[in-house]
């Protein structure tokens, strides 16, 4: 479909955004109208929705409000033809879950650590106490003991 531009208007210009969204000129949205005109909204397959999507790629025009309105008054559904194009989901599989953060476990032998290799008096417990209350890792009556 790509090489079909130059059959669909013979005088258009690809023009490519130079950042943020643009206005579509009139050639583009001629280009719209008669690319649109190939297809009917009522029948559009996967493979018409790729293809309508490529040429508007090609053209250098993006998906934006006053593309989906021009597509509208074509008698189409912006968002559908982008759903049914592949657009509207990311390539490839799914990203991976986040990673978790410090288990407790793993927070409580580091802390253990520390304390064994430190000498800490009531004033740096009862900080490190507060610390952990004010991140959520420690509430009163948790795991974390720091009676002597």
């Known amino acids: 479909m790509v ?6 208007s013979s005088g258009f210009q690809v023009q490519r955004p130079q950042g943020g969204a643009q206005s579509l000129t009139e050639n583009q949205k001629t280009l719209i109208s008669e690319t ?23 053209a250098g025009i993006r998906p934006n409000q006053e593309l989906a309105e021009v597509v509208a008054e074509a008698g189409f559904d912006a968002r559908e033809i982008g759903d049914l ?3 509207g989901r990311p390539a490839g599989p799914p990203p991976p879950p986040p990673q978790e953060s410090t288990s407790e476990t793993d927070l409580i032998a580091l802390l253990e650590e520390a ?20 991140n959520g890792i420690s509430k009163p009556g948790s795991l974390f003991d720091f009676s002597v």
């Open 3 to 8: 090489g079909s531009i130059g059959a669909v």
């Open 36 to 58: 649109l005109a190939q297809y009917d909204s009522e029948t559009l397959t996967a493979s018409d929705a790729k293809s309508i999507t490529d040429t508007f790629k090609e």
């Open 85 to 87: 194009s592949g657009g």
């Open 115 to 134: 304390f064994e290799e430190a000498d800490i008096d009531e004033n740096d417990q009862a900080a490190v106490l507060s610390f952990l209350e004010e």
